[in-house]
């Protein structure tokens, strides 16, 4: 822990001739950015899988009606299939779980008031009128929501809600076209998935809202990684999952 908070307060001490009081939460949104960087590699390949993981539905359904009456069979079949093909389930989840790391590490390292036995003085740092260490609860209670702390909060639920927005649509889009990169209810890699599936589907496009409430209650650095991670994400997907337009139905003659 002190490793890397000697790490952020180097950083920050680079950037702070052009970014002042606000250096050290220019460094958090860069390193976020970085983080970021590192993992795009696998984001990409989780992407071909994706496509890859589409292209063998035409084979899954053909497994499916050939072990309708054994579950047991289709699921060793469909993950056959999978080795067969290097085509792995999972390969979308790694980008994800890879960043966990890195937004933990800035939790912990903002919530404690104390780093390798000495005062962490990260926690004085500030992105303009709130300290990284509080949270809105804290802000709230300095000045209201409108008070000067309590708009650097509002400036980030604005650009939360915005990327939120922009994922609900593109996600209805996708849901709407069938596109890759949104999940198939019918396809039932694992038996007895559809239904859940199902569920998951029409959840998905209310996902992006619930990140308000992660920068609410967690300490306002790791509130910056969440956000910028957020729009990288939002900037990544629509890049690497264009939404395509169904095939038109040939009118009945």
Not at 88 to 99: D, E, F, V, Y
Not at 225 to 251: D, F, H, I, K, M
Request: proline share 6%.
């Amino acid at each position: 822990m002190s490793v890397f908070a000697d790490l952020v307060a180097h950083l920050a001490d680079l950037l702070q001739p052009l970014f002042h009081a606000s250096a050290t939460a220019v460094a958090i949104v860069l390193f976020t950015a970085l983080v970021r960087l590192l993992v795009h590699p696998l984001s990409r390949a989780a992407a071909r899988g994706q496509r890859a993981r589409i292209a063998l539905q035409p084979q899954i359904a053909e497994l499916r009606k050939k072990h309708a009456k054994n579950p047991e069979k289709l699921q060793k079949a469909v993950l056959e299939l999978h080795t067969k093909e290097k085509v792995s389930p999972l390969s979308g989840c790694l980008p994800s779980l890879l960043q966990l790391p890195a937004f933990f590490l800035l939790y912990h390292l903002f919530s404690n008031t104390t780093i390798g036995g000495e005062a962490n003085a990260l926690l004085t740092h500030q992105l303009f009128a709130a300290p990284l260490g509080d949270r809105w609860a804290d802000a709230l209670g300095e000045g209201g929501m409108f008070g000067a702390q309590g708009l650097v909060y509002v400036a980030l639920f604005v650009i939360v809600a915005g990327v939120a927005v922009f994922n609900f649509r593109r996600t209805k889009r996708m849901m709407a076209a069938g596109t890759a990169g949104m999940p198939a209810v019918s396809d039932e890699q694992v038996p007895g998935m559809a239904a859940s599936m199902g569920a998951v589907s029409k959840f998905m496009p209310f996902m992006s809202f619930f990140t308000l409430i992660t920068v609410a209650v967690v300490p306002l650095a790791a509130a910056l990684y969440v956000v910028t991670s957020t729009t990288w994400s939002a900037v990544e997907r629509a890049a690497l999952y264009p939404v395509t337009p169904a095939p038109a139905v040939p009118a009945a003659t």
